[in-house]
C-alpha cells in the first residue's frame, strides 16, 4: 500500500521526536543534562498531527513534557540541546533546561513545570482578538492530571464566557504520575467539557496520521471561523516512566499488555524500511546539534543576573493633575482613568471591576470610557484570572488587575511567583510580562484573620516582583500611570484600606517620580523612622507629639518600595541621626523590619546608638472583636513609647488614644 506524502510527513516528525529522545536517553547517564526529562515516547504522533495542521504564526502553550511540541512546531534543535546542556547558547541561555523549552519564532511559548499552570496564559493571550481581527489561535495542551486542577475549569469557564479562539487539547494517557484516572476523576472530561458550553470530541487512535491530522485541521478551521474554543481528548500512552529515562513496567501500578496494544499501532515500530530510510537525514540533525551543544560554553558569574532587571522603555509625562486636595479612592480613579489613556493596549480587569460599588469606588465609569473589551468583570477565579493575565501580558496587553483583598491574593501565589515573578528570567530574556496587579489590604471592622494581611514581605521575597506601597494620593498619582505606560516587569501594589477615605494634599511635581524609590517625608536630626502604607501617617503622628513634650525631631521615610529597599536614603539618614525605628502594617518577623535590620547591620554595625527598634503586628492571627484587634495593632501609645525607647528619657506624657481604628472612623466597613 502506497503511503500519502501527509503519512510521510506526520510519520517524519514522529520519528525525529522519538530518535531526539532515544539520543537524550542515551546520553541521560552521562550526566551532560542534569535536569528532569519528561519523555514523550509512545505519544509522538500527538504532536506531530497537531503542529502539522498548525500555521507558524499560531501560538501553542506546553507543559514540562515539552520536547515533543518543541520539536513538532519547528524549535531549533540545536539550541534544544544546547539549553538541555545548559550552555549559554541555549534556546533559554541554559535557564530553563528540559521542563520550560520554548521558541516564540515558531510559536511554542513558555512551557511550565507546574500542572495545569499555562493553561491560562493561552486564555489570556487569545484575548487580543477583542483587539484586533486576524486568524491566529492559540493551542493549549496538557495531560488529564490537568483536568484535576482547578485552574483548569477557572480557564475553560472565563474562555467560553469571552468566547476566545483557543484549542484546548488533552493527552489523556490515563496516568497522574502513577495514579490512574479512576482513582481520582468522577466525571467524564467531555462531560465536564460540555458543562462550559464548549464543542469537543475524543481521538481514540492517535497513530492513525491521517484521521487525526483531518480532525485537528477541521477543529482549527471551526475555530478560526467561529472565533470560538474547542477541547480536543486524545487517548495516548506513554512507554517509558513519568520522569526520567527508564522504564517502569515493574511498578505494577499498569499493565504491560497495555503498552504492548499501543505498540502494536506504532508505526514507528512497524515501517522498519520508512523509518531506516529518515534515520539518516535524522541522525545528522541530532550529531550537529550534540556538537553544537558540546562546542558551546557554559554561563558565567555575569550570565547569573542577566535578564533578571526591568526598566522603563519611555519618557512618560505624568504631570496630569494640579494643586488640590484629594481622596486616596479619587486619586486611585484617577490615576486608572489617566493610566489606561496612556497605555491603549490596557485593561482593567478583577472581580468587580464593574459592579455597583467598582471596587470601593476605584474603578467608576472605566466601562463607559473605555468600553467592554477593556473593562473585565471577571469571576471569582484568583489563580485563573492572574495567569490570563500573564498570557495577555505576552501578547502585548497591560493587565491592571485588582484583587479586593491581599488574603485572596493568596489563591494566585503559583501564577505570580512560579510564573510571572520568573518568566522573563527564565525563558533568557525573551518575553516581558509587565502588568500591575492592585491589591486591597483590609483592617479594622472586624477583617478579621482571612480579611487583614498585609502580605507585602513574602511577595517582596521573590525575585522579579516590584513590590511598592503608595501611602498618599500624591503617590498613587506619581506611580500608576507611569508603570502602566513605561515599565517593563510586573508590579504589586499593597493599598490599605482606611487610606481610601482619607484628603490628601497633591501637588503637581516637576519631576518624574521614581516608584521604586523612598520618599523623604520629613527632615529631623535625632531619629530615623523608616515606615510603610499608612504607617507612614502614624509616623506623622507620633512625631508631632515627641516633637512636643520631648523635643525630639524625627526624620521619616515613607518606604514606597519594599522590594528595592533604597538602602542609601535609609543609610544617609542612619549615618545623621543613629538611631533607627522602622514601623510596618506587617509582622515583624521575617518581614521589613527584619530586612532593614539586615541592611543597617551589615553595612553599619557600629554607627547606631541604640539597636534598631521595630513596631509592627502581634505575631498571631488578626482577631475580629474589636478589643483583642486593639491589642493586635500598634496604636500611638505603641508608637511613642518606641521612640522613647531610643532616648533616655522618662516617659512623663504618652498619647490617650489606644486604637487606631477611632482615628479613621470614615471607614466603618463592612468590606
Avoid at 270 to 283: A, H, V
Avoid at 354 to 361: A, L, S
Avoid at 390 to 403: D, F
Wanted: aromatic share 10%.
Amino acid at each position: 500500500m502506497k503511503l500519502s506524502n501527509k503519512f510521510k510527513k506526520i510519520f517524519f516528525l514522529s520519528q525525529k521526536i522519538r530518535m531526539i529522545e532515544e539520543k537524550i536517553i542515551e546520553i541521560y547517564p552521562t550526566d551532560k543534562i542534569q535536569s528532569p526529562v519528561h519523555l514523550s515516547i509512545g505519544q509522538e504522533s500527538i504532536a506531530s498531527c497537531l503542529c502539522d495542521s498548525l500555521s507558524n504564526d499560531d501560538w501553542i502553550f506546553p507543559t514540562y513534557r515539552s520536547h515533543a511540541i518543541y520539536i513538532a512546531k519547528g524549535g531549533d534543535i540545536n539550541k534544544m540541546f544546547a539549553e538541555l546542556y545548559g550552555k549559554r547558547s541555549g534556546i533559554a541561555e541554559g535557564k530553563a533546561g528540559s521542563m520550560h523549552l520554548t521558541d516564540p519564532f515558531v510559536g511554542v511559548m513558555g512551557a511550565s513545570a507546574v500542572v495545569a499552570s499555562s493553561i491560562p496564559h493561552a486564555v489570556g493571550a487569545a484575548y487580543k482578538s477583542k483587539f484586533e481581527k486576524n486568524n491566529r489561535i492559540y493551542v493549549a495542551i496538557f495531560g488529564d492530571g490537568a483536568v484535576d486542577q482547578g485552574v483548569f475549569h477557572e480557564s475553560l469557564n472565563f474562555c467560553s464566557l469571552n468566547k476566545l479562539p483557543v484549542l484546548f487539547v488533552c493527552e489523556n494517557n490515563d496516568l497522574a504520575v502513577f495514579t490512574k484516572r479512576k482513582k481520582r476523576q468522577s466525571f467524564n472530561i467531555s462531560d465536564l467539557v460540555n458543562s462550559y458550553k464548549i464543542k469537543n470530541l475524543k481521538i481514540n487512535d492517535s497513530w492513525n496520521y491521517e484521521k487525526t491530522s483531518k480532525t485537528f485541521l477541521k477543529t482549527i478551521q471551526f475555530i478560526k471561523k467561529n472565533k470560538l474554543p474547542f477541547f480536543v481528548e486524545v487517548d495516548v500512552c506513554r512507554y517509558k516512566e513519568h520522569v526520567g529515562i527508564n522504564d517502569d513496567n515493574d511498578l505494577g501500578y499498569r499493565s504491560l499488555s497495555i503498552i504492548n496494544k499501543w505498540k502494536q499501532k506504532d508505526h514507528l515500530i512497524k515501517k522498519k524500511k520508512l523509518y531506516n530510510k529518515n534515520s539518516i537525514k535524522i541522525n545528522k540533525i541530532i550529531d550537529d546539534a550534540i556538537s553544537f551543544a558540546e562546542s558551546s560554553r557554559f554561563p558565567g558569574r555575569k550570565d547569573l543576573f542577566k535578564d533578571s532587571k526591568y526598566c522603563f522603555t519611555k519618557r512618560t509625562k505624568i504631570n496630569f493633575y494640579k494643586n488640590s486636595s484629594l481622596s486616596y479612592r479619587d486619586a486611585l480613579k484617577k490615576a486608572m482613568h489617566h493610566s489606561m489613556k496612556l497605555n491603549q493596549n490596557s485593561v482593567a480587569i478583577g472581580q468587580g471591576i464593574d459592579d455597583p460599588k467598582k471596587i470601593f469606588g476605584t474603578t467608576d465609569k472605566i466601562l463607559e470610557k473605555f468600553g467592554k473589551i477593556r473593562s473585565i468583570d471577571t469571576p471569582i477565579s484568583e489563580e485563573g484570572i492572574t495567569g490570563v493575565c500573564l498570557g495577555m501580558s505576552l501578547n502585548k496587553i497591560y493587565p491592571i488587575q485588582t484583587h479586593i483583598r491581599s488574603d485572596f491574593l493568596l489563591l494566585a501565589t503559583n501564577q505570580i511567583m512560579n510564573l510571572i515573578a520568573k518568566y522573563q528570567y527564565m525563558f533568557g530574556g525573551l518575553y516581558t510580562v509587565p502588568m500591575l496587579i492592585r491589591v486591597v489590604i483590609g483592617r479594622s471592622w472586624g477583617q478579621g484573620a482571612q480579611h487583614s494581611q498585609s502580605l507585602q514581605s513574602l511577595y517582596s521575597h521573590i525575585p522579579g516582583l516590584k513590590v511598592i506601597m503608595p501611602s498618599s494620593s500624591q503617590s498613587v498619582l506619581d506611580s500608576y500611570p507611569k508603570i502602566v505606560s513605561s515599565f517593563s516587569g510586573p508590579v504589586i501594589s499593597f493599598e490599605h484600606r482606611l487610606l481610601y477615605d482619607l484628603q490628601f494634599k497633591v501637588t503637581e511635581k516637576k519631576t518624574s517620580f521614581n516608584p521604586f524609590s523612598s520618599i523623604l517625608i520629613r527632615k529631623g536630626k535625632d531619629l530615623t523612622i523608616v515606615a510603610t502604607s499608612i504607617m507612614v501617617l502614624e509616623a506623622k503622628r507620633a512625631a508631632d507629639f515627641v516633637k512636643e513634650f520631648y523635643n525630639i525631631e524625627c526624620e521619616i521615610i515613607d518606604l514606597h518600595c519594599t522590594s528595592d529597599i533604597d538602602k542609601l536614603k535609609i543609610l544617609k539618614s542612619v549615618k545623621k541621626t543613629k538611631k533607627l525605628l522602622v514601623a510596618d502594617t506587617s509582622w515583624a518577623n521575617f518581614g521589613v523590619c527584619a530586612e532593614i535590620n539586615r541592611i543597617i547591620n551589615e553595612n553599619f554595625v557600629n554607627l547606631l546608638e541604640k539597636p534598631v527598634k521595630s513596631l509592627s503586628m502581634k505575631f498571631t492571627s488578626c482577631p475580629t472583636s474589636k478589643s483583642l484587634e486593639d491589642l493586635f495593632y500598634p496604636n500611638q501609645i505603641d508608637f511613642v513609647k518606641k521612640i522613647l525607647e531610643l532616648f533616655d528619657v522618662e516617659k512623663k506624657k504618652l498619647p490617650s488614644e489606644k486604637s487606631m481604628s477611632d482615628v479613621y472612623k470614615k471607614f466603618r466597613g463592612p468590606f
